[in-house]
Antibody
Framework: QLQLQETGPGLVQPSETLSLTCNVSGGSISSSRFYWAWIRQSPGKGLEWIGTTYYTGSTYYNPSLKSRVSMSADMSKNQFSLEVRSVTAADTAVYYC???????????????WGQGTMVIVSS | DIQLTQSPSFLSASVGDRVAITCRASQDINTYLAWYQQKPGKAPTLLIY???TLPSGVPSRFSGSGSGTEFTLTVSSLQPEDFATYYC?????????FGPGTKLEI
């Protein structure tokens, strides 16, 4: 059964770079069947899609964050990563990674989520 | 960006009640809409995709309907474990967006 687990520092200094990794077990991120996404949720707020990556290296970012965000994948470690540069307190949130099946490969939605990791931006 | 609105924002109900939550999109998204349930301190879980399809394992008391710009999530008979926050999401086009959520409480 596929499982996703976010890892990374829980505290980041303002203006620094937030780096998170999503470790995938029970399935391969190099499969053409799935896309892989990052979503965040600020305390007490709703959900915000950050971006999506595909095994080809294609990436799709939310324009609201595009200038500060990059995503990558390490097929050898079966993990994908997120970087958010020049963070401020507004980037404090729970960060989730999730799977998004491709066309005809499953639900057209984020069908499996990691448990989430809280990141606080503070000095 | 496609904006999603949900109504109501809060919904007070009792076990056994039938409730409905509406999600409206700022433009036509066909049936590229999903619904998620989120309980405090937990990740969202997928309830419905393609506006009306239940993934395996989701109880049949949940149903979804709609297309275009107006969608509805219905719970036919509320169970204690259904008290949570519900979000809609459009996957018609990037950037994917979520609705602001509906908190269903007793």
């Amino acid at each position: 059964q596929l499982q996703l687990q976010e890892t990374g520092p829980g505290l980041v200094q303002p203006s620094e770079t937030l780096s998170l990794t999503c470790n995938v077990s029970g399935g391969s991120i190099s499969s053409s069947r799935f896309y892989w996404a990052w979503i965040r949720q600020s305390p007490g707020k709703g959900l915000e899609w950050i971006g999506t990556t595909y095994y080809t290296g294609s990436t799709y970012y939310n324009p609201s964050l595009k200038s500060r965000v990059s995503m990558s994948a390490d097929m050898s470690k079966n993990q994908f990563s997120l970087e958010v540069r020049s963070v401020t307190a507004a980037d404090t949130a729970v960060y989730y990674c999730a799977r998004h099946p491709g066309p005809k490969e499953g639900p057209d939605a984020f069908d499996i989520w990691g448990q989430g990791t809280m990141v606080i931006v503070s000095s | 960006d496609i904006q999603l609105t949900q109504s109501p924002s809060f919904l007070s109900a009792s076990v056994g009640d039938r409730v409905a939550i509406t999600c409206r999109a700022s433009q036509d998204i066909n049936t590229y809409l999903a619904w998620y349930q989120q309980k405090p301190g937990k990740a969202p879980t997928l309830l419905i995709y393609a506006a009306s399809t239940l993934p395996s394992g989701v109880p049949s008391r949940f149903s979804g309907s709609g297309s275009g710009t107006e969608f509805t999530l219905t719970v036919s008979s509320l169970q204690p474990e259904d008290f949570a926050t519900y979000y809609c999401q459009q996957l018609n086009s990037y950037p994917f967006t979520f609705g602001p959520g509906t908190k269903l409480e007793i």
